[in-house]
Every structure is written in C-alpha cells, then in structure tokens.
C-alpha cells in the first residue's frame, strides 16, 4: 500500500508548492474544492500531499523542505505524518463528485447561519453575483424576494 507525506505549506501557497515539486519530478496532490462559481479554494488549506515511492531509494528531506511554497513536512515527534493511498483515493473521488456543483438549487428550502432570519427558512431562487443570492421568504404571509450573502444559508433538511 502507497503512502503519502504530508507537508504544510506557506499560507496560500499550495499550488505554488504543487507545481514546485512536480517540476523537481515529485508527485504531489493538493485537493480543490470550488467554493463558489468561479472560486477554487484548496480542500486542507495550508496542506500538500507528497507520494512517498520519491523517498524509497534517496531520502532527500532538504530539497523538498527547500521547495518553493513548501514550509515543512509535517511530523509527530520523530515520525513523519503519513496519509494511506486508500484516503487520498477517497479525497479525490469526493472532489471529482463535487466539480461544478452549485451550492444550492433553486426551489430548495435553505435557512440562514445568522441574524434576525436565522429561525426562518426561505427558498432558494438564484444567484446573484459571487457573493449574494436571492431568496424568497414568507413574511407576515407575503411572500418577499430578498437578496442575502450566500455564505450565510445553510441546506435545511
């Protein structure tokens, strides 16, 4: 069974430090999670996985700590942190399943994180933007169109 490294990589450099590696003939994985329509944000932040078969016949710990975008490996006393094949193997088969999924759907009952609507629930009509959505709430019973922050709904059940 492949084993992977795990390495911490410098704030928001995960793909500099991917592309780095890859170019030094390391394979190395950064799963990708697209947050919104047009904003692809790493899953782990702060996270890279390096295969571990690079190490099987010249350990060289330096280059890779050296490595552009590449902090340090991450370790647990004097054991270097592992991550079996098999999770890894689960990680990109979810982030396969999550590419261009929108967040919501529109007619799907959504509900708000926080503020004065936060016990009540709306349905979900569009996007507006990056950042905002429309949303249809029934006050006082009419019926209200609202556009809110779309990192403040939460899926309801």
Known sequence: MDEWYLLRSKPRQELRAVE???????????????????????LFPGYVFLQHEAFEDNPDYGKVR?????M?????????????????EGVRHQEESLKGCPAFVEGQIVGFADGPF?????????ERGEERSVVLLNVLNREQRMVVRTDNLRKQS
């Open 20 to 42: 780095h590696l890859e170019r030094q003939g390391f394979t190395a994985y950064c799963p990708m999670l697209q947050k919104k329509k047009a904003r692809i944000e790493p």
């Open 66 to 70: 050296s490595t552009r975008g590449v």
């Open 72 to 88: 340090t490996f991450v370790r647990f006393g004097d054991e270097f942190a592992k991550v079996p094949e098999e999770l890894l």
């Open 118 to 126: 936060s016990e009540i629930q709306a349905v979900y009509l569009c």
